[in-house]
């Protein structure tokens, strides 16, 4: 069972991914929050597996969190999937540079998500 900690300014988005995941067998959210600054802190308390993060967000967004988590080296590095909006163009190279391992957008199908989770626990 792979862990997940969601991240994403807009509780919806949070609840409807958490939804999506819950049927799963295989994933479980074990935390969440909507700032940046507090992921941070999740990641090194909770020890997730997966950290699914909103790309933009007001303050610390997803592509700085996933600067600075790649920079700890005193945890096990989650997965880390960035979660795009329609507005935020193209950041799959940016995500890519500053180490996500998977980039979805946040109005893909639920079994797109699903396999953009997947394919980040699977990526190199």
Known sequence: ?????????????RAGISLILHAQPDFQVIGETDCGEN?????RTLNPDVLCIAARMEGVDGLEVTRRVRAMSDIRQPRILLLVGSKDGDVSHEGEAVGADAVVAKYATPESIVMAFRAALVSN
């Open 1 to 13: 069972m792979a862990d997940v900690v969601l991240v994403d300014p807009h509780r919806l988005i």
């Open 39 to 43: 992921a941070i802190e999740l990641v």
